[in-house]
């Protein structure tokens, strides 16, 4: 089976890199828009595939179909065939306003716009088009070409059709969709990430343990198993009478910050940013940096999936 519809990206930073590299890694014609730095994007691009061919995940013949199908322009008349976007430009409400009225003007064949938004709300994304209906948020994980969970976030304007292409897509390109039901921040992943983080920060200040024991207490408990089961399955497993003792005692001493807590911010204020200063909670050289890389892919490259296109993508086709 293969995919029939050319699908654009807009925005050529690394998620909308990631992106075409997913696209045209199952063989769908894939067009990228940026708005600069063209060379360097493609150099993005092929170094995703070189990375993959390196670890033994495709071959050359196979990493050269899939550049086939891939085309990066400047220019939004060249999008005037595609039917699916998926919209990874600046997270600002105006610069996404831009964009679609871009897209509005160009695109007559356009049947949704994903945006890969992880902080505007779909249903505000809608009111600043003029295609209302066909835009819903598509947020998916770093790197998405990698990471399979994509949140599909509709709105109450959104088509059925829109809604159907995008998870189509999706489902072609072998994701996990979750729908969310309901426009919340952070929609589901990045809201129980961050509870976690509120509550490791806390366990930090409070003297209970060093960031190194949290990490250590997390990679060999109970975050393995999550990789297998859910946390609604874990619990109905251990027994929800357990489960509701636990929280009676628990829940009052877990932090309730509604705003950065100091260990965070405190480094913020002296440039201590993480991996791109060298320093966050903790220190960072380029060994560490990449052996960290390298442990961060690991269990997804365990489970790498492709439909690799068997052909060539014909000329003039993308």
């Known amino acids: 089976m293969n995919y029939k519809k050319q699908v654009g990206v807009v925005g050529g930073g690394m998620i909308g890199i990631s992106l075409c590299a997913l696209l045209t890694g ?3 014609q894939t067009i990228l828009y940026a708005r600069s730095r063209l060379p360097e994007k493609r150099a993005a691009y092929r170094g995703i595939f070189r990375g993959l061919e390196t670890k033994g995940l495709l071959r050359r013949e196979e990493r050269i179909r899939c550049e086939s199908y891939f085309r990066v322009t400047d220019s939004y ?20 306003r831009e964009i679609y009225g871009s897209l509005y003007r160009s695109c007559p064949k356009l049947q949704a716009v994903a945006s890969t938004t992880s902080s505007i709300p779909s249903l505000e994304l809608a009111q600043c088009s003029r295609m209302p ?7 998916p994980f770093y790197p998405p070409h990698l990471i399979p969970c994509v949140e ?5 304007g959104t088509s059925q059709g829109a809604l159907q292409a995008v998870v189509e897509l999706l489902e072609y390109l072998k994701r996990e969709t979750a729908i969310i039901r309901k426009d919340a921040p952070g929609f589901i992943a990045n809201r129980l990430q961050y509870a976690l983080l509120r509550e490791a920060v806390h366990i930090v ?9 949290v990490d250590r207490v997390l990679k060999y408990s109970f975050i393995p198993r999550y ?9 109905d ?18 932090s309730n910050a509604d705003s950065t807590q100091d260990l965070i911010r405190a480094r913020c204020t002296k440039g201590e940013y993480g991996v791109e200063s060298g320093r966050g909670i903790y220190s960072w050289d380029e060994r560490k940096t990449e052996e960290l890389r390298e442990r961060a892919e690991k269990p997804y490259l365990e489970s790498f999936s492709w439909r690799l296109p068997k052909d060539m993508c014909g000329p003039g086709s993308v």
Not at 205 to 213: L, S, Y
């Open 152 to 156: 599909v976030v509709p709105n109450q």
């Open 227 to 235: 990789t297998s089961i859910g946390l609604f399955e874990h619990f």
């Open 26 to 28: 199952n063989g769908v």
């Open 77 to 96: 008349r060249e999008l005037e065939h595609v039917e699916i976007v998926l919209e990874s430009g600046p997270e600002d409400i105006e610069a996404k």
């Open 205 to 213: 200040e409070e003297g209970i343990a060093e960031p190194e024991e």
């Open 133 to 139: 209906d066909k835009v819903l948020v598509a947020h």
């Open 237 to 254: 497993n251990c027994g929800l009478d357990l489960a509701g003792n636990i929280c009676d005692r628990l829940y009052p001493e877990l």
